[in-house]
Nanobody, 127 residues
């Protein structure tokens, strides 16, 4: 499987910004249909934040809309999550996810079941 390693999590002040990175190895994210960012706070369910699909489209869940931006950089084999206007309730472990393997010729793709996660990076929003 592709290995995903998140980084960038740290302590940040409310209202601040942070950029998380997810670096993939062992395979290209060009072969991943959906790259996503999720988070999980202690005692809470893991929630999806955003997805960046192969080919460009992005989708945001309600908790991320308007404040977070997901992007894919194929050249760097990296997915980032830019987070702005951070709030204490954003405190969580943030995870990178790869879902569905795409074998493509031009823009015609065949898809295969595939799913893997990074180890997570801690984001703490506190004054």
């Amino acid at each position: 499987q592709v290995k995903l390693v998140e980084s960038g999590g740290t302590l940040v002040q409310p209202g601040g910004s942070l950029r998380l990175s997810c670096v993939a190895s062992g395979g290209s994210i060009e072969n991943i249909y959906a790259m996503g960012w999720y988070r999980q706070a202690p005692g809470k369910q893991r929630e999806r934040l955003a997805r960046a699909m192969r080919g460009g489209p992005t989708h945001y869940d309600n908790s991320a809309k308007g404040r977070f931006t997901i992007s894919r950089d194929n050249a760097k084999n990296t997915v980032t999550l830019q987070m702005n206007s951070l709030k204490p309730e954003d405190t969580a472990v943030y995870y990178c996810n790869a879902d569905r393997w795409a074998n493509c010729s031009a823009e015609l793709c065949s898809f295969f079941d595939y799913n893997t996660w990074g180890q997570g990076t801690q984001v703490t929003v506190s004054s």
